[in-house]
Each structure stands twice: as C-alpha cells, then as structure tokens.
T-cell receptor, first 112, second 117 residues
Framework: ELKVEQNPLFLSMQEGKNYTIYCNYS?????LYWYRQDPGKSLESLFV?????AVKQEGRLMASLDTKARLSTLHITAAVHDLSATYFC????????????FGKGTSLLVTP | DTGVSQDPRHKITKRGQNVTFRCDPI?????LYWYRQTLGQGPEFLTY????????KSRLLSDRFSAERPKGSFSTLEIQRTEQGDSAMYLC??????FGFGNEKLFFGSGTQLSVL
C-alpha cells in the first residue's frame, strides 16, 4: 500500500523563522507535487518535482526531492503570516500524472 | 473566470437520494480528474478522463458512483443511493497533457461539499 506521510501535521511558527516540512513516501516514484490549501478554498499547485535531486524555489518556499530516500522537503525561509495555510505533498504513483496520493497535510500557522 | 468551476458549491441531501455534480474544466485542458477530500485528510483520487474517455477508476469508486464526460468538455459525477459515508468535498481538477509531458500541473476547482443526512 502506498503511504505518504507528512511531518509535522501541525506547525506554529513565528514570523521571520525558518522551518522544514517533510514528506516521506513508501513506493518508487519520480514525481512529487506540493500544493497549498487555504481554509474553504481549493488546492493551489506550488511545485512539481520530476527527478531525483530536483529543487524548485518560489519566494520564501523551496522544495526538493530525493527519490532514493523517498523524501521531499518544503523549506520555509523567513516566514510571513501570508504563508499560513495547509500544505500537501502528493506522490504520483501512476507515473503518468493522473493518480496522486496525497499526504494528510501540514497545517501551518505563522504568528507575529 | 477561466479556472475550473464546480456546481453546486454545497449540496445537502438525505440518505438514499441521488445527487449529481458538474465540473467545467479549463477550456484547453484535455484531462479531467475527480478527487474526494474528507476533513483533515488529503484528497483521494477517484477517476480521470482524457478527452471523453474514462481511463482509470479508483477502487474507492463504488458501483453507486458514475462519472461522465460526454463531449470531452464538462463532466458530471453522480452518486446513487447516497450514504452518510459519502459526505465529503468532491474536487474536480484539470490539466493539459501533450506538451511538456511530465510538467503538467493539476488545477483544482473549489469543490462541491456534500452532506448526507
């Protein structure tokens, strides 16, 4: 059974601090996605990581993928309140882009 | 608005009733997906279409569920004889496949929140 585990599930951090969210998965996949979801809203695509060693950055967020370790990280630099949301990682176990297996999400709260 | 749109936003029904949801994908997107999300969980894959063909169905999609995309544009998801366990957010997403294969993102709609009483 494919498992996608995120750690931590809840994170409260102060503005200006750095932190990393971890996403471990249990089966071989070369495709990993990160999404953001605000309360009551839909999911917004953040990053698509397609190969071992892939690193992508957008603003204060940076995502990386280690397919050998079956691990992806989402690093937050100098957090701001606007980053408060739930972040999901998802593994494409179909390897053709259609069937994503999502983690439970990390609920992030950035406080002043 | 050129995003993925879903209708209705909310649906309350009694157990045993049938419900139907509609999804209009982004116009040039040839793939359309249905996912289900319950509180505190990530979305779960249900099924997807490439153009009008339904190419994959999850084992989560019981016989009471049926999805169609008759002209390769909008899609409907019908649930027959609803059960309380069907209560969830039903999300539709779309993407374009063909160019830059592997780089496609799924664009999600805002979902239909189903409550079965």
């Amino acid at each position: 059974e494919l498992k996608v585990e995120q750690n931590p599930l809840f994170l409260s951090m102060q503005e200006g601090k750095n932190y990393t969210i971890y996403c471990n998965y249990s089966t071989t996949s070369d495709r990993l996605y990160w999404y953001r979801q605000d309360p009551g809203k839909s999911l917004e695509s953040l990053f698509v990581l397609l190969s071992n060693g892939a690193v992508k950055q957008e603003g204060r967020l940076m995502a990386s993928l280690d397919t050998k370790a079956r691990l992806s990280t989402l690093h937050i630099t100098a957090a701001v309140h606007d980053l408060s949301a739930t972040y999901f990682c998802a593994v494409d176990y179909s390897n053709s882009g259609y069937a994503l297996n999502f983690g439970k999400g990390t609920s992030l709260l950035v406080t002043p | 608005d050129t995003g993925v749109s879903q209708d209705p936003r909310h649906k309350i029904t009694k157990r045993g009733q049938n419900v139907t949801f509609r999804c209009d994908p982004i116009s040039e997107h040839n793939r359309l997906y249905w996912y289900r999300q319950t509180l505190g969980q990530g979305p779960e894959f249900l099924t997807y279409f490439q153009n009008e063909a339904q190419l994959e169905k999850s084992r989560l999609l019981s016989d009471r569920f049926s999805a169609e995309r008759p002209k390769g544009s909008f899609s409907t998801l019908e649930i027959q004889r609803t059960e309380q366990g069907d209560s969830a957010m039903y999300l539709c997403a779309s993407s374009v496949v063909g160019f830059g294969f592997g780089n496609e993102k799924l664009f999600f709609g805002s979902g239909t929140q189903l409550s079965v009483l």
